[in-house]
């Protein structure tokens, strides 16, 4: 999601247009004079808002929705890149023209709902049909800034898939977009596409060195607060996988107290679910229970993903009472039959190590 740790004139008038708002209508929206926002829209970056004013702009961005996000990133940095990039523009006859920008940017709108919906064959067909049709290397500041945000939603679509090692990997994705925010000298994206490896570098088993990246970026500038705090949240994920429950509980009790203060209802559940895992590791099963009570009574669950990742821990959770084992089998079958049905490998292979390691302690299932 978008930050701005400094508004001037221009931020502001990127993210009227992003909102698709009259100067009139920003105005009323923000609750202030509509001469307020003109002297903001012919300064630009010369006029600077007042400390409160950028607290309400700050407020106006964070409950805008994921759209809204990626057209005041495209915006600003078509705005912005004539003058703090001019020593590195590119002349081409051969990238995209004015309507293509716009298409594109609309198909990423796509995507992003794609991805949140695990529907990948909607969302990979958006992306191969730009990332096929141009090279980084025509492109001029806007149209790479396009380029590498569609590469960075590869990755998250590799990831999600379990593609995570290899040349066509979430890992290939995520570095060729961070080359590319490295190239347009976007520090904060640079920042999301490390916590973004860090997490590839977890999922492929290397826990001490993803807790050390994670621990990093939790203190990172770069990032947002709510980044940073699901750097700390996966910091305790790493060590829980890792044997290290209780150490792992304290760190993720840190991060589930930064959700709350700021407000972030569907992180605060998804720490429960962590927390609940922490301490189902640790043999503390009344506590483990406990958690995956909030979590499962607390997060909007609306994707197959959350539905998937929910279950697996509350089946995993249920399996560690043998009064509740065919309970957590049941939950475990359920939630594999949803995993295969959206293409979730990742996902399926840990339910099926799960029930493996079951059956190798209490033997196979009777039927």
Known sequence: MATVHHWTGLEAKALRLALRLSVRAFAQQLGLAVATVSKWESKLADTEPRPDTQAILDTALGRADAAVHLRFETLLSEMTSPVQNASRRRVTTSGPRAWEYESWADDLDRVVVALSRQNFAFADSLLTRWLSRFKAHELDEKGLYLFARSTALLGDLKRDQGAVLGPLSAQHSYAGARAAFIQLDIPRRVAQLDLSLAV??????????????????????????????????????????????????????????????????????????????????????????????????????????????????????????????????????????????YGLVHQLRSIESIKAMNEGRTGPRQR
């Open 200 to 341: 590839v570098t977890e999922m492929s088993g290397k826990l001490e060195i993803a807790a050390r990246n994670y621990e990093t970026l939790a203190v990172d500038d770069r990032l947002a607060r709510r980044d940073q705090a699901r750097a700390r949240l996966w910091v305790g994920t790493a060590l829980s996988k890792d044997g290290r429950h209780d150490y792992a509980t304290r760190v993720m009790q840190a991060a589930t107290r930064d959700f709350e203060d700021l407000t972030e209802p569907d992180d605060w559940s998804v720490a429960h679910q962590k927390l609940a895992l922490a301490r189902r590791g640790a043999g503390d099963l009344t506590q483990a229970l406990h958690f995956i009570d909030i979590a499962r009574s607390s997060g909007t669950a609306d994707s197959p993903m959350q539905r998937v990742r929910l279950d697996t821990a509350h089946g995993h959770i249920l399996l560690s009472d043998a009064a509740s084992r065919d309970d957590g089998l049941h939950v475990l079958d359920q939630a594999a039959r949803t995993a295969a049905q």
